[in-house]
Structure formats: C-alpha cells, structure tokens
C-alpha cells in the first residue's frame, strides 16, 4: 500500500466520465488500498479514482461514522429523497470551499472489491461525499454545482 500523487484540477482526468470496472483482482485491490492511503493521508473524507489518474468507477469514503471506510465500485444512485445544502471543498481544488446543494437521502447500488453488489442507504453528511465522489466519476467537479464560495478563512475544516 502505498500514497499516490492527487491530481489537482484542470487536469483534464477530472473532467472524463469513467469506464466500468469488469476485473476484479489483486491489482483492484491495490488500487483500493492506495485510494485508502491516499484519502487518509490527505486528511480527506472521499476519494475516487480519477483524483489519483485512474479513469475508472471506483471512489472510497470515510466520514469517520460507523460504517467506517465504504469502497464504491461501479456505484449508481438508485433513489434519493430530500434536500441539503452545506459546505464542500475537494482535494483535486485545495483551499477551495463552497456550498452545494444535495440530495439528504440515497440509495447506491455498488459492487465491492471482489465484484459482489451491496446497497448502502445513505444520510446528511455520508450522502453529501457519496454524491460528490459519483460526481467525480461522471467527470463532474463540484465546482460546477457551488451556489455560493467561501472567502477564505471563512471555512475551516
């Protein structure tokens, strides 16, 4: 396991929607793992693969609850309910803060790292980085979405 290089916006990998991951193997798994590292090192809540160069659907996230580290592969909003809006940043765009809006509830269907499909239900905070990292994968950043940017010093993590 290792920390691999964050790609920082405009690279044009952050802007790719991603292909669908068909082989799952070691070397899925290690790409995880790194994500993993990656994310915990950049002190971040979520991760997708296109951050670190990879154009593949596969996105982890943290939000430091019970559920602990979830990875997402292939994920896929199947429902959703409610509103929010809150403040996100992005490690692709550091020091880069705003408010975006969301959906308060999901549903995702995804595979995990040995292909097997689960479904997490997910509220508040966890729906918000889940959303956010599905983004990434649909080349979307959330950038795009800010209703409104935080001056600096105005929005510490």
Same mark, same amino acid.
């Given at each position: 396991m290792s920390v691999r290089k964050i790609v920082y916006a *405009?690279? &044009?990998e952050l802007e790719k929607v991603c292909t669908e991951v068909s082989v799952y193997n070691k070397k899925l798994h290690r790409l995880i793992d790194d994500m993993i #590292?990656?994310?915990?090192a950049a002190d971040g809540v979520g991760l997708a693969a *296109?951050? $670190?160069g990879i154009t593949e659907r596969i996105a982890v996230v943290d939000v430091d609850d019970e559920h602990g580290c979830i990875e997402l592969i292939n994920p896929i909003i199947i429902s959703f309910s409610g509103e929010q809006i809150g403040p996100e940043g992005?490690? &692709?765009i *550091? #020091?880069?803060?705003g408010d975006v809006k969301r959906h308060m509830d999901i549903k995702v269907q995804a595979n995990d790292r040995y292909g097997k499909t689960f $479904? $997490? #239900?997910a509220e508040g905070f966890q729906a918000r980085a889940i959303q956010h990292e599905i983004d990434h994968l649909n080349g979307i950043l959330f950038t795009t979405k800010v209703i409104r940017y935080y001056e600096k010093g105005e929005f510490e993590r």
């Open positions: *405009p690279a &044009s #590292d990656t994310m915990y *296109p951050q $670190i992005c490690l &692709s *550091p #020091d880069v803060f $479904i $997490i #239900d």
